[in-house]
């Protein structure tokens, strides 16, 4: 009775994205925390954005230089990545120690948009590791500490008004000192290895993930014009919002298994509510608004970063992330100025009509619902669980590798993972538990990999390569 009550509740909880804990390589932990830094060292003001140059604003200027470092990867090669990440990072430095003594002028902003420049390029490399070295929950837990970031700067704003002037030099050098180890213990673990491939990534569900991506990022870019031009917003309300995004997303992956589904949903839903309230001036309005829209914010924002790294995981494609990176480019540099332009003849931020084209966005993907989850939510766009995302598993699949590349057997993947939990004595029900596949599709994979190994029995397997195992792990 209580084994059926555990394994009733196993059940329950069970995810198809398979987001346990236990699933966290420790020894990972520079990689999994590239892209939040990456990230954090790019949000961080380093001077008056309000200053114009040549009649454009210094933060219009800046999410094109961002967006510009983003395409620039495109055209490196894959083997030279981490080395772009470390020169990238090395630069922010020196142009960060600069800006510390350059008094205000042209000379500053001209450090600062190449500081923004190699910011993106950075994030851009890091979010290269991002899709293909880390599995789901790693990733969930890098948005994660993200969003725990932008949830502590904004609520500590509003809560001590000198914290933004005064902590302002000592939170960037202490976030750089951090991101540079971060990138160099990065670039031990990474090796020279190179993880895309040329495969067009055909049938991936990129693209569809890529263009909800653009999107939001529309949605976002309207937020703006309602939120900051008009100080109308509550920071610490914002704030709590972006943390409690956190566990309800926890709830969400635990009680449902098309999450992600949900979560865009929410995003949608909490983004309207809150932009709505923030319509209007009074005090219930503002907070109410505020928290909402913190929250729909972060939950966006992270099923956004979740979704599109794991379908290009999945692909598997080089060609995909190039893709993700030439669109990043076209929002920061082309939407971002049209948006920018538009609104600029107006003497004022026009509150409502940002209000109603993030209606008209958020009406569309509703009206749009069947054809994207049918195209997206109901299908296995993500990356999936593989034993290599498996501390437990990591050294024995490495064992099989060498193997495979040994006696020249061409295994597939999946074959390369029956083989090694077949050998560590796993019964193919219980393979088919650990990997969040079918039965019969375990069984399938057996029968192949017995094909190739020229045997015919779990008995054959052990007599041929048990002994083996055991003395090259010896």
């Known amino acids: 009775m209580t084994g059926t009550l555990s394994a009733n509740i196993k059940k329950f909880l069970q995810t198809r994205d398979e987001l346990s804990f236990r699933n966290i390589r ?7 925390l590239v892209f939040p830094f990456s990230v954090i060292a790019g949000n961080l003001r380093y001077y008056d954005h309000s200053i114009a140059l040549a009649g454009i604003s210094s933060s219009e200027l800046m999410f094109s230089l961002l967006g510009l470092g983003w395409l620039v990867l495109i055209f490196i090669p894959e083997r030279f990545i981490i080395l772009s990440l470390r020169i990238a990072v090395i630069i922010s430095a020196l142009l960060l120690l600069f800006l510390f003594f350059m008094p205000m002028g042209f000379r500053q902003s ?5 500081l923004k420049f190699f910011n993106g390029l950075s994030a851009a490399c890091a979010f290269y590791l991002f899709c293909f070295m880390l599995n789901n929950i ?20 509003e809560i001590f008004p000198g914290f933004h002037a005064e902590s302002n030099i000592w939170i960037r050098i202490i976030v750089m000192i951090i991101f540079i180890i971060i990138v160099f213990c990065t670039a031990r673990l990474y090796g020279n290895g190179t993880y895309g491939t040329n495969s067009s990534g055909k049938g991936s569900g990129v693209p569809f993930v890529i263009g909800l991506g653009v999107v939001h990022y529309m949605i976002m870019c309207m937020s703006n014009y309602i939120e900051w031009a008009e100080n109308s917003v509550s920071s610490f309300a914002f704030g709590l919002g972006t943390v409690v995004s956190i566990g309800l997303i926890v709830i969400v992956q635990l009680l449902k298994g098309r999450s992600a589904l949900y979560i865009w949903i929410m995003f949608l839903a909490f983004t309207l509510f809150g932009l709505g309230a923030l319509l209007y001036n009074s005090s219930a309005a503002i907070i109410s608004g505020s928290f909402a829209y913190g ?4 939950l966006g924002y992270i099923i956004i970063c979740y979704m599109c790294a794991g379908a290009i995981k999945r692909s598997k494609s080089l060609r995909m992330f190039k893709l993700y990176c030439i669109v990043f480019f076209i929002q920061y540099f082309i939407i971002s100025g049209i948006f920018s332009a538009y609104f600029n003849y107006f003497d004022e931020a026009n509150r409502f009509l940002a209000f109603g084209v993030v ?7 509703f ?3 069947p054809f994207i989850q049918k195209r997206l939510f109901d299908a296995d766009w993500t990356d999936g669980l593989y034993l290599r995302d498996m501390e437990e598993y990591s050294r024995p699949l490495a064992e099989t590798e060498a193997i495979n590349d040994k006696d020249h ?3 597939t993947p999946r074959e390369q993972e029956i083989f090694t939990m077949l050998l560590k004595g796993t019964s193919p029900k219980e393979i088919a538990y ?11 994979h057996q029968q192949n990999l017995y094909r190739k190994l020229s045997i015919h029995s779990i008995a054959e397997l052990f007599a041929k390569y048990k002994t083996g195992v055991k003395s090259e792990s010896a």
């Open 295 to 298: 929250l729909g914010d972060s």
């Open 367 to 369: 009206l749009f619902m």
């Open 359 to 365: 209606l008209v966005l958020v009406t569309l993907c």
């Open 409 to 411: 057997l061409d295994l």
């Open 138 to 157: 790693e990733r969930l837990a890098g948005m994660t500490i993200i969003q725990l970031y932008y949830g502590f700067y904004y609520a500590a704003w």
């Open 26 to 32: 420790g020894g990972i932990w520079p990689l999994i």
């Open 110 to 114: 001209a450090i600062f948009m190449a």
């Open 434 to 444: 650990v990997l969040k596949i079918s039965y019969g599709t375990v069984l399938y």
